[in-house]
């Protein structure tokens, strides 16, 4: 008899959230993107420690916001791109979308994110102009190896944190350690907008070509003494300045009601990843001994996860695992989208490759809950269920 139902996410809007949006609806506020949206850039870039943030309509969208602000900002000495086969579609879909030459790289056995030694060797042939990784489920990749192998060959980083809300390797907040990096706030993610997501940086060129294409190309949010710079640069008449188009940009524009949702998120961010990083320790001292079932390592920082992941001994490992979870009641999947590589999207236009740890996730690899309203003792009952099914 299953007695309660373990989910892998849990809406982080609670009734507060909603009590506090009722009432400030009744108000009559302003709801197209305005000053609560800028106010949840400062505070979220505030908290992570950069410079810039722009507030996007999903996390998806910040990484084609990301992508594409690299690629008209002269910053990229070409558009070769390196990616992580471990990954999402939407970590992929806009190299390929906008032009870019994508260049799969392996994943490594500790972290599942980017292999540094198959990075090196792609970045020694091919010289890519950028390098996009993801920390996989909110496990920090190899942050040291990497950086020194962006010292040494000079790419452009980008780093995909959308589901590592928190994690850090050694003192690093994720999302502070490349050129630029992404964030979702989707249902379920360490804090919710319903939709949404933020494009972060350091770069102030980049933050600022990051506005424009965000709202179809035109200055209107800039600065207003860059704004008129650029009037003046290419001889904008005063009337037609609101309406002119510096670039070919996107609406990826958020909300000031997504906002006021992620303003009242803000205030328990902390005890939302605080509670992340204990579950997920927790996953880890309780499945450390289980035969054939392995997990991803973070030897030198903290994760703080949207959902554990582990490794089954194989396929038909996996499904034994799974119907074992189901049949009490806790929900499992795939790891993220698995080996891209393998996705139809991929193999249709550059035909299938061969990476054994990444196939080795793409066939073995599940996920089970984490999230704010998760006890350790319901983290210990769902452990478990998968030794239960692996011994």
Request: contains cysteine; glycine residues 8%; charged residues 20%.
């Amino acid at each position: 008899m299953v007695n309660k139902r373990f989910v892998l996410a849990e809406d982080t809007i609670d009734k507060e959230d909603i009590k506090d949006l009722i009432s400030w609806l009744e108000g009559g506020p302003w709801l197209t993107q305005g000053s609560l949206v800028k106010e949840f850039e400062r505070q979220w870039a505030e908290w992570l420690g950069v410079r810039f943030s722009v507030a996007v309509n999903s996390g998806s969208s910040a990484n084609l916001l990301m992508y594409y602000g690299l690629l008209i900002s002269g910053k990229l000495k070409n558009n070769k791109v390196v990616l992580p086969a471990i990954s999402w579609a939407t970590t992929v879909a806009p190299a390929i979308q906008l032009g870019f030459e994508p260049i799969m790289c392996e994943a490594d056995s500790l972290t599942w994110g980017l292999d540094p030694d198959h990075l090196e060797e792609l970045v020694k042939t091919h010289d890519p102009g950028s390098v996009i990784l993801v920390h996989v489920q909110g496990m920090p990749c190899q942050m040291d190896r990497i950086l020194e192998l962006q010292s040494k060959y000079g790419f452009v980083l980008m780093e995909d944190c959308c589901g590592a809300h928190g994690s850090k390797f050694d003192d690093n907040l994720v999302g502070t350690m490349g050129d630029a990096s992404t964030f979702s706030f989707y249902f379920g993610h360490h804090i919710s907008t319903i939709e949404g997501g933020m494009v972060c940086t350091n770069d102030e060129q980049l933050a600022d070509l990051f506005l424009h294409i965000r709202s179809h190309g035109w200055a209107r949010e800039l600065a207003p003494e860059k704004a008129e710079s650029l009037a003046q640069e290419w001889g904008v008449i005063d009337f037609n300045r609101p309406f002119t188009f510096y670039y070919p940009g996107f609406n990826l524009r958020t909300t000031d009601l997504n906002a006021r949702i992620g303003l009242s998120q803000m205030a328990k961010l902390d005890q939302v990843v605080e509670t992340r990083v204990k579950n997920h320790k927790a996953y880890q001292d309780n499945l450390e001994s289980v035969p054939g079932v392995e997990f991803q390592r973070n030897p030198r920082g903290t994760t703080s996860s949207i959902s554990f992941a582990a490794l089954a001994s194989n396929s038909e490992h996996r499904e034994r695992i799974g119907r074992a979870l189901r049949e009490h009641g806790i929900e499992t999947r795939p790891v993220g989208g698995g080996n891209m590589s393998r996705q139809p999207f991929w193999v249709r236009q550059y035909g299938a490759q061969e990476f054994p740890m990444a196939d080795r996730v793409h066939q073995a690899g599940f996920q089970v809950p984490n999230h704010g309203y998760l006890t350790v003792a319901d983290v210990a009952f769902i452990c478990e269920v998968v030794k239960g099914a692996s011994t």
